[in-house]
């Protein structure tokens, strides 16, 4: 009988300690699992937070107004003013711990502490659980800066072959800028194609599919051969915001050729003319032959419609203006006008600005002086066949800077 109630004792014991293990893991499933949503919800809060803080940063609110936004989402979501902080530039984070954006004013970090309290762990000695998360979003708004990182010659095709060709006895410098090839085609023309004889120098030059130097000759003609593009965009693109041009009043053009800006025939600009300063919105197309002359500074030609091709001994002299909301564009082809344009020059062709048509394939043709192009071009294509020689030459100043839209993007 002694043995049996002994016995008994031992079950007793036996049994506390089973509760005891079974309310551990009540503990470990309820508390645990609070917690845990707890956490989902709170980061949830604290990505929304860093959303709402870079879009008020982006649309050009104050600091007080980019932090009133953050905590708002996060009162909104139950974490309180006390348990909410937004840090710009971002500091470390949870746990002191690091992270790549600390000190970059384009970046806000919204960190949320928050407790949650227990049930059946307070039996073990635990009467809250805490969480710490972090979310880190971008925020930048509208501004300018140059188009395609600077390069002098820019093809936006997307997936195309023979997005750039470089043809036959072609001898191109590039300066200031480097030649982009948008189009990720691994065809086997390639999106960048040479053949021929071509000499092509450049400070840079990439694309983003195969390129093909003279016909899979990696060592002709080409130099720095192409790596790798940074980026590829999409088409029609989104990572700046076209210009809008519009003309208000009727061009003019005199019996000298003297014209004045405003809407006109693009056939206005064949012969000998002058073009006063100013925005010209040319409708059609215009073939400027041997022998006319065009001179003209600060101005911008404007196709709606139509395209220019200029044909060789045409004598060329034409700048971009300098100052106003179209500084830098010279000649510009909306994306709705996919005209081909049609650049055969001479020593005597002169343009300084922007050439910006990126519906259109560019071709440029002609013996051209060292100082020919003092600009940036950008089309759909680009085709330098073979009778190009000249020297492309892009500096910022001469040149039109986009504008980039507000970009807003959660991080981390």
Same mark, same amino acid.
């Given at each position: ?6 016995? @008994? ?35 949830? &809060? ?25 905590? !708002? ?23 002191? @711990?690091? =992270?790549?954006?600390? !000190? ?86 390639? &999106?960048?194609?040479? =053949? ?54 009727? %061009? ?53 419609? %139509? ?20 500084? !830098? ?6 994306? &709705? ?48 066949? %073979? ?10 100043? @001469? ?14």
């Amino acid at each position: 009988m002694k043995t049996r109630r002994a016995q @008994q004792g031992q079950a007793i014991i036996l049994i506390v300690l089973a509760i005891v293990g079974m309310v551990g893991l009540v503990a470990l499933a309820v508390d645990g699992g609070n917690a845990f949503a707890d956490r989902r919800h709170a980061q949830s &809060a604290a990505d929304a937070a860093a959303l709402a803080a870079a879009l008020a940063s982006a649309s050009g609110g104050t600091t007080e107004a980019i932090n009133n936004a953050a905590l !708002g989402i996060a009162l909104d979501n139950g974490y309180g003013y006390q348990i909410t902080e937004v840090n710009n530039p971002p500091q470390a984070g949870c746990g002191g @711990q690091t =992270n790549i954006y600390i !000190g970059n004013d384009e970046y806000f970090q919204v960190i949320i502490h928050s407790e949650v309290d227990t049930y059946f762990a307070r039996v073990l000695g635990v009467e809250r659980l805490q969480n710490c998360v972090e979310a880190i979003a971008r925020g930048t708004p509208a501004h300018t800066e140059p188009m395609y990182f600077g390069n002098a010659m820019v093809s936006l095709n997307p997936h195309d072959c023979r997005a750039v060709e470089v043809g036959g006895d072609t001898d191109a410098t590039l300066l200031g800028g480097g030649l982009f090839v948008n189009s990720d085609s691994t065809c086997a023309q390639g &999106a960048l194609r040479t =053949n021929g004889n071509p000499d092509f120098t450049a400070p840079s030059a990439c694309a983003n599919g195969t390129a093909l130097i003279n016909l899979g000759n990696p060592m002709s003609g080409f130099y720095p051969l192409p790596t790798a593009c940074p980026t590829h965009y999409d088409y029609p693109p989104t990572n700046i915001i076209f210009p809008t041009v519009t003309c208000t009043t009727e %061009g003019t053009r005199g019996d000298d050729g003297a014209l004045t800006p405003g809407s006109m025939p693009a056939s206005w600009l064949s012969g000998d003319v002058t073009l006063a300063p100013g925005v010209y919105c040319l409708s059609g197309s215009v073939t400027i032959n041997g022998h006319d002359s065009i001179a003209g500074d600060g101005i911008l030609l404007y196709f709606i419609d %139509g395209s220019m091709h200029i044909n060789g001994d045409a004598d060329i002299h034409i700048s971009a203006a300098t100052t106003g909301d179209y500084a !830098g564009l010279l000649i510009y082809q909306p994306l &709705a006008n996919s005209t081909n344009m049609i650049l055969n020059g001479t020593a005597d062709t002169v343009f300084s600005g922007s050439i910006l048509a990126p519906a259109a394939d560019i071709q440029l043709n002609g013996t051209m002086d060292l100082n020919t192009f003092d600009s940036q071009i950008i089309g759909y294509t680009l085709d330098l066949s %073979g009778t190009f020689e000249g020297t492309i030459r892009y500096d910022d100043n @001469q040149n039109y800077d986009a504008t980039v839209p507000p970009t807003v993007e959660i991080i981390k």
